[in-house]
């Protein structure tokens, strides 16, 4: 579903992404983990054509990872929630359905604004917005055209409880139905029950990706947590 082949990015002469490679597989929630300046957003916007590359090969579905093809099988949810000012949460909804040619689109959207406790803000204007409920409408946005893979970089940050047990749960069901989500965080305990696999960025590189019992196993011993783990292969040489 995704392959990553000696992604490299410069900003003048340092390496924030460090000629990484890695692949994502059908049905697979993968958790990207780093602290702050690691690489992982970065990463992920070079994936989505946010940044451009600079060196290196990225297939989405087979396809370049630039081309409208590729685009048609993924969504992204960015950190910083993006809406439009003057457009309601129900026009925001009406404008990916139909961007993405979506039937029946107001019977999902109404799904989701439901998950997401949105129902009494459906005429609201973006512009009048907290950031939790522009992230909500941006994760709404992200899957209302049933996308194949989903990108979500720190979706957690600015949902209150009940959202952020909705979105775990909405991880399941969307791996159960065969969909490929790679998760970037520094909130661990966000990614630790859902997740297959966990990849760990220091400094640019990839330091660990397995799954979590395998990691542990290697590196530091069953009995310990993912945070253990998540130290131990970011601390400081």
């Not at 590359?53 to 993924?74: M, N, P, Q």
Request: glycine letters at 8%; hydrophobic letters at 40%; proline letters at 3%.
């Amino acid at each position: 579903m995704l392959e990553v082949i000696g992604l490299v990015k410069k900003y003048g002469k340092d390496n924030a992404v460090n000629d990484i490679s890695f692949s994502l597989q059908g049905g697979e929630v993968v958790g990207l983990l780093g602290p702050n300046g690691a690489g992982k957003s970065t990463t992920m916007k070079c994936i989505v054509g946010l940044l451009r590359k600079t060196a290196g090969e990225i297939y989405i579905g087979g396809h370049d990872h630039l081309s409208v093809e590729a685009k048609r099988f993924f969504s992204y949810i960015p950190e910083t929630p993006s809406v439009y000012d003057l457009l309601t949460v129900m026009e925001h909804m009406q404008f990916i359905a139909q961007a993405y040619h979506v039937d029946n689109w107001k019977e999902k959207a109404e799904k989701l604004i439901e998950i997401y406790d949105l129902g009494d803000k459906k005429d609201k204007l973006g512009r009048d917005l907290s950031k939790g409920m522009r992230q909500k409408v941006s994760i709404c946005c992200a899957l209302l055209p049933d996308p194949q893979l989903l990108f979500f970089d720190e979706p957690m940050i600015g949902l209150d409880p009940k959202a952020i047990r909705n979105t775990k749960k909405l991880f399941k069901e969307l791996k159960e139905q065969g969909k490929t989500i790679l998760v970037s965080t520094h909130l661990i305990d966000s990614v630790e029950s859902i997740a297959d696999r966990i990849m760990i960025m220091k400094t640019g590189n990839i330091v660990g990706n397995d799954t979590i019992e395998n990691l542990k196993t290697q590196m530091i011993g069953d009995d310990s947590s993912l945070e253990d783990l998540f130290l131990e292969l970011t601390k400081d040489e």
